[in-house]
């Protein structure tokens, strides 16, 4: 099947919609692209492959327990220490009105049927809108300039009707979305300025620059996540935030280190995946900490500040918003809300911006955009149910289309007359989907499955000895294996017995607290007693046992430290491995893992009764030739709920 239709939809001899020979009503089409739209193949059941490509140009995906995460654990731990003494940038947000918001949605679209009696965007434009969401993005730039290709494509849909006019008999188009929504952790590891125009604008500006579609605006919504917070919305306010009498002005310079400056200019793979190989990213990053530090005290002692770019830009995007929360009218009977909890909760101002909305419109069906899902891995996730219960919502008592990230898989659930779905595939590294049966059921779509998660899962172990996610955990056992040595060199008899329960319960403790998350907590602290007594009491088993194999003449103790930092850290993974398999924490072996696979977004079409069709579009391995899939496609009505097919085409 070719990548791209033969002929550009305009020139299939059929009429148009507003014809006079399709006896449509005249109705503005949406924006059409320059290039032809690409044939959109059903992905099928088909067996997942279990090798991917990497990217290779930096800068690279984040290696969650090598050096290159530092920053970000540590500006988290201080966001969230902020946030306990609740210190909230959003008190002083002032959020647009409903009402105007539309308004700028219709300057800004240039709808031509705007009046007083058109209460909604898709009223005023008087034909379906067409919505793009994406979540969970800028990670590796390779990564994030595929996404970019996929979501600037149109696409035509074999075998399919709709509202959209057709590309030739049998065939539907799938046109780029008016408006971008985006839903949360923009960039990582933490969402500055600088990290989102590395890793999202530039390599997605690549793509829309090669899409040649300019011919109108379109608009930029979103929410943060908490790598967004880390930063202080600071990174997330320059790109989501309404410009005020700025002309839009391509930043396409690319900074960073003098390494990664070059090989961004190697053309082929060869010579980044050698440098990636080598950890040469964790040396370069290790190096940016140190002189990013220095900077930091220079500019305190000599009174300067930072200097920053004034605003990040995607191309052909347009932001509305004037703060981190909003709600729009989308079309007759159905508001959108964007909703944002920051690290915590929901804040007292957008509580009752949202209350006294819904007492305004109690009837209408609510799309709810989210950084964080009610639901996970089919259970109750808080952040995001709180925030839903703030604003006076539920699942199954209200009709909600309720859309969130943060989990890097897809997958869509029916609860009573809501649908609700995580597809957090905009570049992130993946989270497999649950392995083990969820106590709720199955959901309605995965993507990937649950037996490419459990085949991927277990090579949790191997991957983490091998570094692929950094030499933290190595490091951190080789500290376990040295003060072993210090305690066997120091205490005897039932002091020594004391100190070693003293370190079997706290490497039992530290790997309870890796995998807790609110939920299992007894299942998780069975598991973690006897993996925490096994590498808390590894230190004293190999100094017993290694001077019978290795002769008393050699350095037992730098083998004893070696040997617990690569025994401990094989036995870390198959901890993170079997709660995986388990169904007790599913997040922290493809945290291990890094995968680069199994990319989407979701394309939406909102219908005037409020009817909302979806198109979830993706690739296996992102890196790889070849069009995108249609990996589930779904309708949800506010009157019938989701009447779909829950079968991948």
């Not at 959209?164 to 933490?190: C, K, N, Q, T």
């Not at 790598?227 to 320059?238: P, T, V």
């Not at 060199?489 to 004391?498: C, E, H, K, P, V």
């Amino acid at each position: 099947m070719p990548l791209d239709a033969p002929n550009s939809p305009d020139d299939d001899g059929l009429p148009r919609e507003g014809s006079p020979e399709s006896g449509a009503p005249s109705l503005p089409p949406a924006p059409r692209p320059a290039t032809p739209p690409t044939r959109l193949e059903g992905r099928g059941e088909g067996i997942a492959p279990l090798a991917f490509k990497q990217g290779a140009h930096p800068p690279f995906g984040i290696r969650w327990y090598g050096v290159t995460s530092l920053f970000g654990h540590l500006r988290g731990f201080v966001s969230r220490f902020i946030a306990a003494e609740s210190v909230d940038s959003r008190d002083w947000m002032r959020p647009d009105p409903p009402a105007e918001l539309l308004r700028a949605a219709v300057s800004e679209l240039g709808a031509p049927r705007a009046s007083r009696g058109a209460g909604s965007l898709v009223e005023c434009l008087g034909r379906p809108l067409w919505i793009d969401f994406a979540a969970d993005t800028g990670d590796d730039r390779d990564v994030s300039r595929a996404v970019g290709r996929m979501l600037a494509r149109e696409y035509l849909l074999p075998n399919d009707e709709g509202p959209s006019a057709p590309a030739s008999e049998g065939e539907r188009v799938l046109p780029r979305g008016e408006i971008l929504m985006m839903g949360g952790d923009i960039a990582y590891p933490v969402a500055t300025a600088d990290e989102i125009h590395e890793r999202l604008v530039l390599p997605w500006n690549e793509a829309l620059r090669a899409a040649r579609d300019t011919q109108r605006a379109r608009l930029l919504l979103g929410v943060p996540g908490n790598h967004d917070w880390y930063d202080g919305l600071d990174g997330f306010g320059r790109l989501f935030r309404k410009r005020v009498n700025e002309r839009f002005i391509a930043d396409d310079r690319a900074r960073g280190s003098r390494l990664d400056r070059r090989l961004r200019k190697v053309r082929g793979r060869k010579v980044g995946l050698v440098a990636r190989q080598l950890h040469l990213d964790e040396v370069s990053g290790l190096m940016q900490l140190f002189l990013g530090a220095l900077e930091t005290f220079r500019r305190v002692f000599t009174g300067r500040t930072a200097k920053k770019r004034r605003h990040l830009a995607l191309r052909g995007y347009v932001p509305l918003q004037e703060a981190s929360y909003f709600a729009l009218p989308l079309a007759r009977g159905l508001d959108l809300f964007g909703i944002d909890r920051q690290l915590s909760r929901l804040d007292f101002r957008q509580r009752a911006f949202f209350k006294r909305h819904r007492k305004e419109h109690p009837e209408r069906a609510v799309l709810v955009l989210s950084a964080d899902p009610a639901l996970a891995y089919g259970e109750r996730n808080e952040p995001g149910a709180a925030a839903l219960e703030a604003v006076r919502l539920d699942l199954k008592k209200d009709k909600i289309f309720f859309i969130s990230g943060d989990f890097h898989h897809y997958e869509r659930r029916t609860v009573g007359p809501s649908c609700h779905i995580v597809a957090g595939g905009g570049g992130a590294f993946l989270h497999g989907t649950r392995i083990n049966r969820a106590p709720s059921g199955d959901p309605d779509a995965a993507y990937p499955d649950a037996r490419t998660s459990r085949e991927l899962a277990l090579g949790t172990p191997v991957k983490l000895l091998l570094g692929r996610s950094g030499w933290g955990v190595h490091l951190a056992m080789a500290v376990v294996g040295s003060l072993g040595l210090w305690v066997a060199r120091t205490y005897q008899g039932d002091a020594l017995l004391a100190a070693q329960g003293l370190m079997a319960a706290g490497a039992a403790t530290g790997l309870y607290f890796v995998a807790h998350a609110g939920l299992h907590r007894r299942p998780i602290a069975a598991l973690s007693a006897p993996f925490g007594a096994a590498i808390g009491l590894l230190p004293f088993v190999l100094r017993a046992f290694l001077p019978r194999v290795l002769g008393a003449g050699m350095a037992v103790g730098t083998a004893v430290t070696l040997g617990t930092a690569a025994l401990g850290t094989l036995l870390f993974g198959v901890f993170l491995m079997l709660l995986a398999l388990l169904g007790l924490e599913h997040q922290q072996a493809f945290t291990v893992l890094g995968h680069p696979g199994f990319k989407h977004f979701v394309r939406l079409c909102v219908h005037p009764d409020g009817r909302i069709e979806g198109f979830v579009i993706g690739k296996d391995d992102t890196l790889v030739e070849g069009p995108p899939k249609l990996v589930d496609t779904f309708t949800w009505s506010p009157t019938r709920g989701t009447s779909t097919s829950t079968e991948e085409r």
